[in-house]
């Protein structure tokens, strides 16, 4: 494909027309898929991106013997950096009476999360919180294999309103060892991990939730599971893409400034520090992870697939096909699936060559 003006303007519209809102071009001239993982930055994008873990999700939970395991859906959240607003997302259920000694109504949204003393608010330990959640669920999947060798996982992590990570955890154990739900949320919730940027003890918060359910007999119980954790995805960065009432942009402000000011490595000067974390409230972890198969462990997927397996293979797919396919007009959901995750595999080998989302 030349890259002259007419074959570039086709291109591009080619992968806008099949769904793509802005197409990127590549090093060697062909425009491919944004690759976003946002939904509000590019719908298309986010839902290939999601379509690639939820195959990774689905083959942990059916492609197995299912009869000999069990299967949890675990949530963990962050403890509190002080009492924030409780608004209510709809109008069906009755809100609790917030902190601030009123029952808010879905109308108060633009107090969702918000401080109720922002001058006395811990910013900092709350994107320091954020910063080292990742070594937080690094010491609480060793414990749970501590207790049950056979723990597999697929996690999802997402913001919530205050600005701070949550996780939902598929997890499956063998039935031989499977504990009760109960027994797996509260070993789970009460690991610790020590900062390795400033030492401070980094802790779960009271608030955890831990369901078992099964695979064969309640498939559409668990499928339920399945999409609600997954949908999260779709949501990565606080409010993107959304209106943004001054209240919750001035405490994402703050948040902003405290992430910025915080270390991201032990020997970070955080003035002259690049590093995305600075960018994100602190986080760094990626969205969805799933535990990797090795010598002595399955892995989450049964079947052994993981993203590194599908981009291999998708790349390759790529180099040898993709120009060849997009010329002979093939199928266009088969080309479109290549390109946007090959882009991926590009971007990833190169993290540092471009900031897009
Ligand atoms: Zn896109
Ligand atoms: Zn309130
Ligand atoms: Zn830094």
């Known amino acids: 494909m030349r890259a002259d003006t007419s074959t570039t303007e086709t291109g591009a519209a080619e992968v806008i027309a099949r769904g793509c809102v802005r197409p990127i071009k590549t090093s060697t001239g062909i425009w491919v898929r944004c690759g976003s993982r946002i939904k509000s930055s590019c719908g298309s ?36 950096f002080g009492a924030v607003h409780r608004v209510p997302r709809s109008e069906t259920k009755a809100a609790p009476v917030c902190g601030c000694g009123v029952q808010h109504l879905v109308q108060d949204a633009g107090l969702r999360g918000v401080p109720l003393r922002p001058s006395s608010y811990d910013y900092a330990g709350q994107a320091a919180w954020n910063r080292d959640a990742g070594l937080l669920w690094d010491r609480t ?24 990570l949550h996780v939902h955890v598929l997890v499956r154990i063998e039935r031989s060892e499977a504990p009760d739900a109960a027994v797996l949320r509260d070993a789970a919730r009460s690991a610790v991990a020590f900062s390795k940027i400033d030492g401070a003890r980094v802790e779960w918060g009271a608030q955890a939730k831990c369901d078992a359910f099964r695979a064969d007999g309640d498939g559409a119980k668990t499928i339920w599971y399945l999409s609600k954790a997954l949908n999260y995805v779709m949501k990565d960065v606080v409010h993107q893409g959304e209106t943004v009432h001054p209240r919750v942009w001035s405490h994402l402000l703050a948040l902003e400034h405290a992430a910025r000011a915080m270390r991201c490595a032990p020997d970070c000067e955080p003035e002259f520090c690049r590093g995305r974390v600075h960018e994100r409230y602190g986080a760094r972890s990626q969205v969805v992870s799933a535990s990797r198969r090795t010598k002595r462990r399955p ?32 199928p266009a959901e088969k080309v479109e699936a290549v390109e946007g995750r090959s882009l991926r595999v590009r971007r990833e080998l190169a993290p540092c060559a471009a900031a897009v989302p």
């Open 299 to 330: 892995g989450w997927s049964f079947t052994g697939l993981t993203r590194t397996v599908q981009r291999r293979l998708r790349l390759e797919w790529f180099l040898a096909n993709v120009e060849a396919s997009a010329a002979a007009a093939h």
């Open 45 to 80: 994008c986010a839902e290939l991106y999601r379509g690639d873990w939820a195959s990774i999700a689905r083959s942990g939970v059916f492609d197995g013997p299912v009869q000999n395991y069990r299967f949890y859906l675990l949530t963990l959240t962050a403890p509190s």
């Open 141 to 164: 999947r060793r414990r749970l294999r501590d207790r049950w060798d056979s723990v597999e996982y697929f996690i999802v992590r997402e913001w919530q309103d205050r600005g701070v």
